[in-house]
Every structure is written in C-alpha cells, then in structure tokens.
C-alpha cells in the first residue's frame, strides 16, 4: 500500500550563502501492506513528523521514492498530489487542525465539498458519520465549543468521510488523556478490521505503538528495528 | 468543487468582514461612477452636436462652391459643363443649379411690399431633389414666377416697420400682412442700377404662377422668388452687369472676373441617391479639385473628434477604477492572510490550489462587479440630475436658456458595458497576486499556526 525506497531529505536554513543542511533521513526504505496497522516510534527529533509530512506530500524528498497505493507520489506536482490526496489519505493530526470558524458538521463535509460531491449526498453522508464517532448532537457546535476529545473526533470524522483506503495520524492522542486514548485507540482497531483501513501511526505512546502489527524505531534519521517484523 | 459551492465561500467569507468589503465596493462603485460620468459627457455633447448637425442639413446633399483653378490657387465658379459632370456621375440623384439676382429685389402689390432674394432655378432637377409646390404651377412663360412658402408670410403693409407688427417668433403679425390671393396676381419688381452716382429703377411686372411647399424643417425659411432665365437677361439688359450686380462707378472691378461669372452658377448642390453614396461623390469631387461641404464629411470629423474626447476621458476615468483596485488589493490580501491557516488545513485535505486560487478571483471579481453595478445604477442618477440641474445653473449663472435639445450627459448602452468590462479587467488583476499568494500557503507552517 505505501513503499518507501531510499528515502532521504535533508531541511536547509539559514540565509543564501551561509546555508546549513540538516539531514533527517538517511536512506529509509520500508513497506505497508493493504489492511496493516504500522506505527513509527523513536526519540524526539528523530525525524517521525518529517517522514510522515513527505508521505502526505506536505514536503518533497531530497531523493528516493514513495509510492501510495500503486502510484509514485513523490514526483508528482502540488495540484495533482491535492486530488490524490483527496481520494486516498486521510489524516488526523495532534492538534486536530479543524476549522475555528465553521462548525462540526461544515468541518466534516468540507472534504465532500472538495470533491464536488451534491449537497443532498453531503448532507446525509456528514450526518452519518457524525452519528458513527457519536457526535451527531454536537454538530452546530464550533471547534471552540468542544473537548479536545470530541475535536479530535471531528478530525477523523472528517478523514473517514471520503473513504480513504489509508489514514496517516501524527501522533493523535498527543492531546488527549488515558481514558479519551483508550476509546480512540479501539475506534481505530475497528476501522481496521471491520473497513479494512490502513493506518501509518507517528506515537512515542507505548500503548498506541502496541496497537500495531508492527512497530518501526527511528534514530538519527535510520530505521533500527522493526524493518522485517 | 462546485461552483454553487465557490459562490457559498465566497459569500461566507465576505460576510466575515462585512465593513472591510463594502468599503471596498464602495470605493470600486465610485471609480465606475466617476468613468461613467465623465465619459457621459462626451456621449452627450456628441449626441447634441451630431443631431444638431443632422437636423440642419439634408444628409445627402453635397455643396459644391467651385473648382480649384491651378494657376491662381483661387476657386473657379462653376457652370453648366460642370454640371453636366456631376449628373453623368454615378449614384447622384440630382444637381441642383440657381443663380441669384445680385441685389434685393424689391417686390410691391397692392399697399404690401417685400424686399428679398431672387433666384434662377432649374426646375427639374430642384423637382427631382425634391422641390414641390403647395398651390399653383410652375412658371409657363418669361413673365410668370413661382414664390417660396414663406414670401407671402412676409409681404407688409407700407412703411415703416415697428416691433409690435411682429410677434414673439418674429413673424409678420396677420393684420399687417397680404391676405388677399396671390396666384395670379401680378407684383411689381423694381431693379434698380447706378449710373453716375445717381440710382435708376426699373420695374418689371411678373405673374405668380405658384406657391412652393412648406420646408420640411421647422426652422427652414423660403421666401425666395423663383424667375425665368429669360427675365434674368432683361434685367441683365438694364443693369448692364452680369446677374444684375450694382456698380458704383467708384468701385474698382476685375472686368475679366466680371466676365467670367457672366455664366456661372453662384449655388450648386449635388444630391445623392443614399446616405452611403455620399462619401464616394464627395471623394470623386475632392479628386477632381472641386471643394465640397457635405454633413457626412463633416460628422465624419465630428465623430472622429469626439472619438478621441472619449478616449480620453474613458481613460481618466480608468485611473478612477486602478485607484479603487488598490483596494481590492488591500482588501484581498488581507482576507488571504486571515484565512492562510484555514487555507492550510484545506490544502492538507487535498483542496486543489487552483480551486483555492479560483475562489480568491472569485471574490475579488464579486467585489468588482457589485462595485461596477452599483456605480452604474449610481451613475444614471447623476447623469439624470446633470441634465437636469446644469441648465438651471446656466441659467442662473449668465441667465441664458439652454437650448433643449443639448443633452450634457449620456449613457449609451455602451458605456456601462466599456466600465464593466474595465472594472472586471482591473479586478482580475488586482485579485490575482493575493490568489496567486493564497496557493502558495505553506501547509506545515500553517498547521503550526505559523503564519
Ligand atoms: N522545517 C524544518 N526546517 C529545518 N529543520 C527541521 C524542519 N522540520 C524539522 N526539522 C528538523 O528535523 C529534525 C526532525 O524533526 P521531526 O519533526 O521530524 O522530529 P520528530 O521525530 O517528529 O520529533 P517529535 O517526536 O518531537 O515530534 C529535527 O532535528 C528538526 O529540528
Ligand atoms: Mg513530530
């Protein structure tokens, strides 16, 4: 499903002429299959956000390759990566990212609105899935007006609605507490079995990192374990 | 996306910033105004001139005052050989030839009297222009004239005439004018000639035979008196000039220019079949060194002048609409950097940067276009007070009336669409760099808040 050959970037700052580059990721090659739980733990600073931005295609790799369901994404321009991304990722981030001025439900149909889809189908199709992670009775409410919980709901409510093959998630209880990360942690494993969805999880939670079928440690920007798992 | 959904996003998002986006409208409307304004003036003026010129002149006939001679650089009268000419050329509909008796004649019957212009005309080609009589016949015989419509309207009771024999339109009021028949009758002409610094008169009695139509303008006057080529030459006999032109001994003559106008015509016109036939006449004219006067030729000027008057103010009147785009400008870039987080987070989902960049033009043309709307809405106010209130105020000014059929401003269809047109071109330009911005939000930096 996701088939990293030879990956590495490096990130430049400073000013032209006295630039400084940092390398991340030192030739990182690795593979989900369809239906896999695969989680990426390792250090702070390891280089987990910047693998998992360059999988989304939020950043473009220095050299090697990605490919996401069949087709090489890593050559492929912002506007085609946008429709790509649109029909085959969905994300759930740390802080959530929803949009403060538009409420519940107009955050999860905005990937709909995306794809053009008519606002009758919209319509039914938002409320479904608001009624699936049970917040059909929040659904006026704005972004500010909910837990981080419930936000955090709203964000995968928003990754499902277009029925994406693969969700990425940067560390997705981050904010959240035990309790909250339980539930979440078992909605994922029922997307997985029950939709057949793939999941590439960023967690430096054990317990989060255990949901997986397999776990791949980062250090340094290079893979030390979990390759053959 | 849809663009029932673009046109909902935009909506929303100028509601966010409902003061921001009528000021900017505001600004866009009155750029349109003032264009529109201004360049109505030139319409309007244009439109009063043209009709004034139309309305005066018969758009088919050309004025032929005569042919450039080489030697001397002046102008030679013409006579019949030219006007043989002009019938044999192609699309000319008639040419019209008079003479005119070179001095008053001084007309008398009864105890009524006038002084006016005497004419030889040719009646055929006059009646293939489009002379007509309204009572009576064409002159059979050397003695018989024909009058023009407005002649008996001015014959007057002797003497000398006061202010209140005429009334507010300066018409000869009807108790000191003839009323009795005219056809039929016969009137006295007098000539009169110089000789020795002593003036002779003669009178030859002439018959009415008609009375021509009406002018079909409204302001036209005839009150010519049409004679005989024959009685001409009598007069001709007695004066012992051409045309019967009153020599004081004293006056220093050419006696070959005197000569030369022996068989001249002193007004010849030369009438088109059509309007479009005009030009070419004319330009067969020009090459052949006659000098013309024709309305085409002339609106051709005209228009061409006015032309380049609007040009001119259409253009001051763009600087107008450039200033308020500064606005759009503003107000885009604003709203791009408001909303760049929320752009992110759209972009992370897979909104296209090119839908992004279309919802950006959209609302920057939304803007432009309500503004162009509201303006010209706006502008048809002003332009109806301006011909209303100038008038007034040249009235109260210098205390003159203005004629009414000067229009001082006028919007043709045209020109609202020229400013829409302009309007939406402008805005285009000034929404697309904050459009162009708005793609290129950096999805990282805009989830971490960062921008
Ligand atoms: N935009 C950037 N410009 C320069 N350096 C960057 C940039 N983003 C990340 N880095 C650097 O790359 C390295 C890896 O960062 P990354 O965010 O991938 O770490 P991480 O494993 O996700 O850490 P954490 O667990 O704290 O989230 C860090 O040293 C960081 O300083
Ligand atoms: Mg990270």
């Not at chain 1, 539930?183 to 255990?210: C, Q, S, Y």
Request: proline fraction near 3%; glycine fraction near 8%.
């Amino acid at each position: 499903m996701i088939t990293i050959k030879h990956l590495s970037h490096e990130f430049v700052v400073g000013k032209k002429g006295k630039q400084t580059f940092i390398p991340v990721l030192k030739d990182i090659s690795f593979e989900v299959k369809e239906g896999e739980i695969v989680t990426i733990v390792g250090r702070s600073g390891s280089g987990k956000s910047t693998l998992l931005n360059l999988v989304s295609g939020f950043i473009h790799p220095k050299e090697g390759e990605i490919w996401i369901n069949g087709q090489k994404v890593s050559q492929m321009n912002e506007t085609k990566f946008a429709d790509f991304r649109i029909k085959n990722l969905g994300f759930i981030f740390q802080s959530f990212q929803l949009i403060p001025s538009m409420t519940a439900f107009q955050n999860v149909e905005l990937p709909l609105i995306l794809k053009g889809v008519s606002e009758t189908v919209r319509k039914k199709q938002t409320e479904e899935m608001l009624a699936k992670v049970g917040l059909l009775d929040y659904q006026d409410h704005y972004p500010g007006e909910l837990s981080g919980g419930q936000q955090q709901r709203v964000s995968i409510a928003r990754a499902l609605i277009v029925n994406p093959p693969i969700i990425l998630a940067d560390e997705p209880t981050g904010s959240l507490d035990s309790e909250t990360e339980e539930d979440l942690l078992k909605f994922i494993k029922e997307l997985n079995t029950d939709l057949g969805i793939t999941f590439l999880i960023i967690t430096h939670d054990e317990k989060v990192a255990n949901i997986g079928h397999r776990t791949i440690e980062l250090k340094d920007g290079r893979i030390i374990e979990g390759v053959l798992a | 996306m849809k663009l029932s959904d673009q046109f909902r996003f935009v909506r929303q998002n100028m509601k966010k910033n409902r003061t921001r986006v009528y000021m900017t409208i505001l600004a866009t409307a009155m750029g349109c105004a003032f264009l529109i304004v201004l360049a109505s003036v030139g319409f309007g003026l244009q439109k009063s001139v043209v009709k004034e010129m139309t309305e005066r002149r018969i758009m088919t006939q050309i004025d032929v005052y005569g042919q450039e001679t080489t030697e001397s650089g002046g102008y030679r009268q013409l006579d019949d050989k030219d006007v043989q000419e002009f019938e044999e050329m192609s699309d000319v509909k008639a040419v019209t030839r008079r003479k005119m008796l070179q001095q008053e004649g001084f007309y008398l019957i009864g105890n009524y009297q006038q002084s006016t212009q005497t004419v030889v005309a040719n009646f055929p080609s006059e009646i293939k222009a489009g002379f007509e009589l309204s009572a009576g016949s064409l002159a059979k015989d050397k003695a018989e004239v024909v009058v023009g419509y407005n002649f008996p309207l001015n014959l007057g009771v002797k003497g000398e005439q006061t202010e209140e024999m005429f009334d507010e339109q300066g018409q000869l009021k009807e108790k000191f004018r003839y009323n009795g028949k005219l056809i039929g009758e016969t009137i006295e002409l007098t000539v009169s000639k110089m000789e020795d610094g002593k003036k002779i008169e003669k009178v030859f009695p002439v018959k009415v035979a008609g009375i021509s139509k009406k002018p079909t303008k409204e302001w036209a006057e005839d009150r010519s008196v049409y004679i005989s080529e024959e009685l001409l030459k009598d007069i001709e006999a007695f004066t012992g000039t051409p045309k019967g032109i009153v020599l004081d001994s004293t006056d220093q003559v050419n006696l070959a220019d005197l000569e030369a106008s022996k068989n001249t015509f002193d007004d010849v016109k030369v009438y088109a079949k059509n309007m479009e036939a005009v030009q070419g006449i004319v330009d067969e004219l020009k090459e052949n060194d006659y000098a013309t006067y024709s309305v085409v030729n002339e609106l051709k000027e005209v228009n061409l002048m006015f032309a380049i008057a609007k040009a001119g103010l259409i253009f001051i009147g763009t600087i107008a609409i450039l200033i308020a785009s500064i606005g759009i400008y503003n107000t885009m870039t604003m709203a791009v950097t408001e909303r760049a987080p929320d752009i992110g987070i759209m972009k992370a989902i897979g909104a296209n940067p090119r839908t992004i960049k279309r919802i950006f033009l959209l609302e920057s043309s939304y803007i432009g276009l309500i503004g162009a709307f509201i303006g010209t809405v706006v502008s048809y106010g002003i332009s109806y007070a301006v011909n209303f209130v100038i008038p007034i105020i040249i009235k109260q000014a210098f205390g003159e009336e203005t004629p009414p059929e000067i229009v001082f401003s006028d919007i043709p269809l045209s020109l609202p669409i020229i400013c829409i047109v302009i309007c939406y071109g402008v805005t285009i330009l000034s929404g697309l760099r904050p459009a162009q911005r708005a793609t290129k939000v950096d999805v990282l930096r805009a989830m971490r808040r960062e921008v």
